[in-house]
């Protein structure tokens, strides 16, 4: 059964660090385009950064600076490093999974995770 599983969600302060992961199960993730999105209350998901099978990157302009995303062919894992968090970054965060190999954000991806939530606040 092919699943991504999320987590490192957790409650920082304003200009605290996390790293959340994306573990997958039953596929490799190295064939795939990950995608890191978020959905804060009342808002539509929206895309945040992803990284191509070639290691290509992107990032909104939102977190450019801020966030890091990476791979770990070893663990199967997609990482999302974000550093200076602010409070308009609270949101649950999914990754996603598209056989395209290209990354982009506006496209339908083929796999998600449950979610994994993300609280700034002081």
């Known amino acids: 059964q092919l699943q991504l599983v999320e987590s490192g969600g957790d409650s920082v302060q304003p200009g605290g660090s996390l790293r959340l992961s994306c573990a997958a199960s039953g596929f490799t993730l190295d064939y795939y385009s990950i995608g890191w999105f978020r959905q804060a209350p009342g808002k539509e998901r929206e895309g945040v950064s992803c990284i191509s099978p070639y290691g290509s990157t992107y990032y909104v302009d939102s977190v450019k600076g801020r966030f890091t995303i990476s791979r770990d062919t070893a663990k199967n894992t997609v990482y999302l490093q974000m550093n200076s968090l602010k409070p308009e970054d609270t949101a649950v965060y999914y990754c996603?999974?598209?056989?395209?190999?290209?990354?982009?954000?506006?496209?339908?991806?083929?796999?998600w995770g449950q979610g994994t939530q993300v609280t700034v606040s002081s």
């Open positions: 996603g999974a598209t056989n395209r190999l290209l990354c982009v954000l506006n496209r339908p991806y083929d796999y």
